[in-house]
């Protein structure tokens, strides 16, 4: 067996400002991407791992290419003095 | 003229206050642009970067939790993160940030990206009764939503904004009822003036608002235990609201900024066109930057005034431009020149809009129409375009971004098939503004609060 190193959490972030609405990351990515009203796209910033391919299409297909996929490896910073 | 790369910052301390939107992206820059040397991010709140747009909208309504929110990281920045962490004070000469801890933190270069946070209501007005809210952080949303799941008999928004309307919007959604007050004749009136605000109040009515415009709210009144019981408005009616929001307009986080010299106040702190800070007497500081909502500078385009701009895309555009700046010598450095644009979400419409509508004195609809619900405006200065509105229309902008970036004429020569026959421009009634004359305040002013 091959054992794959952990993979980062999924995280993601539209550029409304450059989304046209045209859709294709709801195709692509129905259970992260989704329409709220006519126009107004709505999408999950961390879903579930198991959506990667999902959501790595969803960026490809964007005409206006307003999706960003995170890249980082290193762990999310944690707040300090815990006792906040 | 090339100025040797050594001018700029590769090695070294540079110091990032504001761990939000701009603060990451400018972290993200800076080891972009090839700084290798020693990198802090200092942010009051405990959490990691996340994005404040849906709050108001996704959050509230309950379509996505907070835990949903979280910023990615585009690239490994090798940071030391210090959140859950205010700093307090500013040494310039001394280059050190102080921090509420006690703590200091040496710079060699300094990126001030502290933000924006919502306008509180007076206290003596009724600003500390429980049950009203402000919307800016995660924590706000988290206490609005549940106060909103307690099923409230009626919500009063304060003020019709860009945040008020999407507040209004999401309670609607929820089935609660909504009285919103607006200081002005229509929602949104400084930010689009009075003739796309009336298309907009027709929005609020429909969605079953209950919209008092030419109405403030003069004090919030409690219970003996504490809990807001209702508003006296400035007509002399009372609305009966167990949960106020009050969405009246951001003020900018520089008190930590107070006796450190920089021209800072509740407008934002000042930097000149490449992102670093000004002294209170006119100087820019070679080491100390601004960028995202807490900054304002003087925009090539728009001479004349300092813009602040709290968009979503500045926040990305100024923290690159400055991180480039910060790491680059005197001969290399950008000008920060975006053009403005901005989107909100409300009551089932998408509304986006490029340029500075709030600069026009005239406005025509170029497509689509405003009973249809689905119309662009073209704003004019002078017989120059100046901006442009977009309501579920989002995939013309772009066409008309050139136009206002080219300086075309008002009315714009269109052609459009869904265009009207031909195009008669009127008085955008801005408020405030006789017809014909530009706008008396700094461009500022009208911008939303929530969409950077």
Redesign the interface.
Known sequence: MITQPPSPPL???V????????GQCVYAAPTVFRF?????L?Y????DAGVRREVARAAAACPVQAI???????P???????D? | MTAPAAAGLRTGRIVVVGASLAGLRAAEALRDEGFTGELTLIGEEPHEPYDRPPLSKAVLSGRLSCDHIVLPQVRNIDARWLLGTRATGLDVPGRRVELADGRSVAYDRLLIATGTRARPWPVQAGGRLDGVHVLRTREDAERLRGALLASPSRVLVIGAGFTGGEVASSCRELGLAVTVTQRSATPLASALGGVIGRATADWYREAGVDLRPHTTVRTLEGHPSGRLRRAVLSDGTTVDAEVAVVATGALANTEWLAGSGLAADHRGAVSDAGCRAMTADGRPVEDVFVAGDVARWPHPRYPGQLLRLDHWDNAVAQARTAAHNITHGPGEQLVHRPLPAFWSQQFGRYLKSIGVPALADQVVVTQGSLDRRQFVAAYGLQGRLVGAVAVDSPRVLEGYAALVESGAPFPPLLGASDGPDHLDPVDAAFPGRAAGSPPDHAVSAPAPTAHR
């Open positions: 995280r993601l972030v550029d409304l400002n450059r989304c046209q609405s045209y709220h009203g006519e126009e107004s709505e999950d910033y961390a879903p960003t996929l995170g890249g980082a490896t290193e999310a910073p944690t707040a300090s003095g815990d906040r």
